[in-house]
């Protein structure tokens, strides 16, 4: 099946500094990724809906300004944390799909810790 | 409340059936799935069912659906340690490039 490679697997990083996160679709165009957030023991909270050249749209509560989120070509989509605090460490995860492609595929994750 | 609602936990033994509940709300709904997420990792798509239909089977794991009460179940038979993990279904009510609507999760655990 088709593969989405995130990276980095995990990071930690001070208070205060931007982490990026990458998302990247190997064998296929991803005209759309989505990226998530898991809270421990929590389900996937949706954080924003990229489209490949065009500004992420984000859902109610997240901060465009915090979390920036780019799509600059088919196959890549980068999430960066801006001056990263404690309450930012989560696990977040990335999901491309394709144009006709009901199957959303998932990036391996990123646990990110703020310290 | 929430849109798609699991129980938290569930324990069997090895070798037993475990069966997965899942409720969702949106009668829209067109596609309903089933992830595994293993410690640390992402998401593996298990299974998927179209809401036109009521079952679906592959090798261990059974789906069933029952549209009239917006219900969803995944069976695996022979459950194994290596089963152990937090399954998610999720619901997609759009065909096409929107975002799935999960649910929090249920944490199998399977006793040797």
């Known amino acids: 099946g088709a593969v989405v490679s995130q990276h980095p697997s995990w990071v930690i990083c001070k208070s205060g500094t931007s982490v990026k996160i990458e998302c990247r679709s190997l064998d296929f165009q991803a005209t759309t990724m989505f990226w998530y957030r898991q809270f421990p023991k929590q389900s996937l909270m949706l954080m924003a809906t990229s489209n490949e050249g065009s500004k992420a749209t984000y859902e109610q509560g997240v901060e465009k300004d915090k979390f920036l989120i780019n799509h600059a070509s088919l196959t890549l989509s980068t999430l960066t944390v801006t001056s990263a605090h404690p309450e930012d460490s989560s696990f977040y995860i990335c999901?491309?799909?394709?144009?006709?492609?009901?199957?959303?595929?998932f990036g391996q994750g990123t646990r990110l810790t703020v310290v | 409340g929430e849109d798609v609602e699991q129980s938290l936990f569930l324990s069997v033994r090895e070798g037993d059936s475990s069966v997965i509940n899942c409720t969702y709300t949106d009668s829209s709904s067109t596609y309903l799935y089933w992830y595994k997420q293993e410690p640390g990792a992402g998401l593996q798509l298990l299974t998927y069912i179209f809401s036109n239909m009521d079952m679906k089977q592959d090798q261990r794991l059974t789906v069933l659906l029952n549209k009239k009460d917006k219900h969803l179940s995944l069976r695996i038979a022979d459950t194994q340690t290596g089963d152990s993990a937090i399954y998610f279904c999720?619901?997609?009510?759009?065909?096409?490039?929107?975002?799935?609507?999960f649910g929090k999760g249920t944490r199998l655990s399977v006793i040797a």
């Open positions: 999720a619901e997609i009510r759009i065909s096409g490039n929107t975002p799935l609507v």
């Open positions: 999901s491309a799909t394709g144009d006709v492609n009901t199957e959303a595929f």
